[in-house]
């Protein structure tokens, strides 16, 4: 909070002197950077566009961070596509099989799940955005081509930072350090179980070091600060498939305490958060007050040895600071 406080009183001084924007800018990028070391030992990136202005503030945003389930953005991405090209429909109805069940899936598992249970496309994308279902996910993420057919996608738009290589059940195998998985087709619920319970500690926690420099499914924040915007100005899709992801994000109900947490009280954020050992991840658009715009923002995290909180705690200063930045100086004028 102190560090904060600092900021504001560094900023009323910058917008009142300084004679480009582009001085500003850079402050705000080394508080960003101090804000960040001063909450968690993780390395923190950071990319966030005042999307009317279009001025941009970055940390780090050029490199690669994993994205955890902050993945399921350009999962979406590619299955809407799909749909505006009217090759799937949201309507579609698909089985859930014992196959699909996935850690990280309670709510399939524990509400949906019994032989013959078939839900919509829709529907499993809105438990993959709202609740972040890992079950869900990766029947959203085969329904749009898999892994290959979404970094396809975040190429021909432009973001090659954005890169697809597995599904969830084997990334979160993989940060887990499970070995022998058997065949897709004999997967279900228990063998996940047995096989992460099969890992010692000390090989956990030696994958979980080996993933954090692993370049498959990472993104730039930049990148996904860019794809988010398209997103919001929706020129990616129709208004109706565009209101549909949208409205996804903005009900997203997890990671309540990183962009959301020090934003004023019913500050509208759609966005969509990661989590996996070590990596704590939010990405998403703030609604500033007044005529004051947008903000789009992605803030990873990786390497952390804290507890999560601690890098939840950086996301929610990084955010916050951001908001205050573009509140008080208009799209970064000075």
């Avoid at 503030?57 to 596509?81: C, N, Y």
Wanted: proline fraction near 6%.
């Amino acid at each position: 909070m102190q560090v904060r406080v600092l900021f504001l009183s560094i900023l009323a001084t910058v917008s009142a002197v300084a004679a480009s924007p582009d001085p500003a800018l850079a402050r705000v990028e080394r508080q960003l950077e101090l804000v960040a070391r001063a909450t968690t030992d993780a390395v923190v990136g950071i990319s966030a566009t005042h999307i009317e202005s279009g001025r941009t503030v970055s940390v780090r945003g050029g490199e690669g961070f994993p994205m955890a389930s902050a993945v399921k953005i350009p999962f979406a991405v590619q299955l809407m596509s799909l749909v505006e090209a009217g090759s799937v429909s949201l309507d579609k109805m698909v089985p859930l099989a014992p196959k699909d069940l996935h850690p990280g899936s309670g709510k399939l598992s524990e509400l949906f799940f019994h032989p013959g249970v078939s839900l919509s496309l829709e529907n499993y994308m809105e438990l993959m955005l709202v609740i972040s279902d890992n079950s869900a996910a990766d029947v959203v993420l085969r329904a749009g081509g898999g892994p290959a057919a979404v970094t396809a996608k975040m190429k021909a738009l432009d973001l090659p930072g954005i890169r697809v290589d597995r599904n969830i059940a084997l990334l979160i195998s993989d940060w887990m350090g499970a070995k022998n998985i058997p065949p897709e087709s004999e997967w279900n619920r228990d063998i996940w179980d047995r096989l992460y319970d099969a890992v010692p500690q000390q090989e956990h926690m030696a994958a979980r070091r080996a993933q954090w420099a692993d370049p498959r499914d990472t993104a730039t924040p930049e990148d996904m600060t860019k794809l988010v915007t398209r997103i919001w100005k929706r020129n990616l899709f129709s208004s109706a498939n565009n209101a549909v992801l949208l409205g996804m994000m903005e009900r997203c109900q997890t990671g309540k305490a990183r962009i959301k947490g020090l934003l004023p009280a019913g500050t509208p954020v759609a966005h969509k958060t990661g989590t996996l050992g070590g990596v704590v991840d939010d990405v998403g658009v703030i609604t500033l007050p007044g005529d004051a715009g947008h903000i789009v923002i992605s803030v990873f995290t990786k390497g952390s040895s804290r507890p999560e909180e601690a890098s939840e705690k950086a996301i929610a200063e990084v955010a916050r600071t951001v908001y205050d930045y573009f509140t008080l100086v208009p799209g970064g004028r000075n």
